[in-house]
Nanobody, 117 residues
């Protein structure tokens, strides 16, 4: 059983920064991708950024140049450094682990990020 625990959310003013962390525990095998998704009230969950175990990275166009995703495979931990935050970044941010061969998805409980003055 895989568990994901996010931390680092909070309230920040526009232009500020936050760093999210996601720690994965449990056992899994094979290629995987870890990612951050977000869901704002009344909207669908959307991909923010993802990073594969081999280091391939993708970002949503809306966060390119502002957010940086990284992972420490030895610690089973993923990070999202968010800079130049905007009110439209306000959402619940979810950590995801996807096993690429079998297609299994695991989700964290989510952490709230609120960007407001």
């Amino acid at each position: 059983q895989v568990q994901l625990v996010e931390s680092g959310g909070g309230l920040v003013q526009p232009g500020g920064s936050l760093r999210l962390s996601c720690v994965a525990s449990g056992t899994w095998y094979g290629s995987d991708a870890m990612g951050w998704y977000r869901q704002a009230p009344g909207k669908q969950r959307e991909l923010v950024a993802l990073v594969t175990k081999s280091g391939i990275i993708n970002y949503a166009n809306s966060v390119k140049g502002r957010f940086t995703i990284s992972r420490d495979n030895a610690k089973n931990t993923m990070y999202l450094q968010m800079n130049s935050l905007k009110p439209e970044d306000t959402a619940v941010y979810y950590c995801n682990l996807r096993l690429l061969v079998v297609g299994t998805n695991y989700w964290g409980q989510g952490t709230q990020v609120t960007v407001s003055s």
